[in-house]
């Protein structure tokens, strides 16, 4: 079956400008996280959805960064006036529920000029 | 709190020879331990994971990992490396911290296979 799709597989940008970086699960996943991957920092976590629970917002950044869940599947994750430490990898994961394996997309590459 | 730490940012091997991918973990609680991989501009596959059952625990493509409490090690081999093997690989814990399992990522170790 399909994994975890993600788009644009790469985007660059200006700084200031906004970005939102799309993430589709899994069908039938409930849980989906957000992780950065850049140079320097490894892999962070940013943001959890499960249900529909509050979301866990504990690991963004700044407020400039944000996330929705549209009807329990497909999220997007919108950067405002984005800066060039922004600049990363964006993954993507999907799980059943809180505490199974996720399944990771193949990230958004994001380069902030 | 919980962490992982990874001794090696990278291990070269030739092929045919053993792999190991040392990883160091600490968690308050019992984790649960992975091992991701990940080839060049390739998403990140799951080798294996441990959640409290077998510490010996076997993965795909021939890796193993063993958990040991005592150390708080959960070292990544594999008795034979292949030129395919040559990736990035992250060892992680997962820990349920409010409402999330979010998992926290190792800084990696870069594995180059040669001939």
């Known amino acids: 079956g399909a994994g975890v799709s993600q788009s644009p597989s790469n985007k660059v940008t200006e700084k200031g400008k906004d970005v939102e970086l799309r993430c589709d699960p899994i069908?039938?996943?409930?849980?989906l996280y957000w992780y950065r991957q850049s140079l320097g920092q490894g892999l962070e976590f940013l943001i959890y959805?499960?249900?529909?629970?509050?979301?866990?917002k504990s690991g963004l950044p700044s407020d400039r960064f944000s996330a929705e869940r549209t009807g329990g599947s497909v999220s997007t994750l919108t950067i405002q006036r984005t800066q060039q430490e922004d600049s990363a990898v964006y993954l993507c994961?999907?799980?059943?529920?809180?505490?199974?394996?996720?399944?990771f997309g193949p990230g958004t590459r994001l380069t902030v000029l | 709190a919980q962490s992982v730490t990874q001794l090696d940012s990278h291990v070269s091997v030739s092929e045919g020879t053993p792999v190991l991918l040392r990883c160091n973990y600490s968690?308050?609680?019992?984790?649960?331990l992975f091992w991701y991989v990940q080839h060049p501009n390739k998403g990140l596959q799951l080798l294996l994971k441990?959640?409290?059952?077998?510490?010996l625990v076997k993965g795909i493509n021939g890796f193993e990992a063993e958990f040991k409490k005592s150390e708080t090690s959960f070292h990544l081999t594999k008795p034979s490396a292949h030129m395919s093997d040559a990736a990035e690989y992250f060892c992680?814990?997962?820990?349920?911290?409010?409402?999330?399992?979010?998992?926290?990522f190792g800084t990696g170790t870069r594995l180059q296979v040669t001939l």
């Open positions: 994961a999907s799980s059943l529920s809180r505490g199974n394996e996720q399944f």
């Open positions: 069908s039938g996943h409930t849980a």
């Open positions: 959805f499960q249900g529909n629970s509050a979301p866990d």
């Open positions: 968690s308050s609680y019992s984790p649960s």
């Open positions: 441990y959640t409290s059952a077998a510490t």
């Open positions: 992680v814990v997962s820990g349920r911290t409010g409402t999330a399992s979010k998992l926290t």
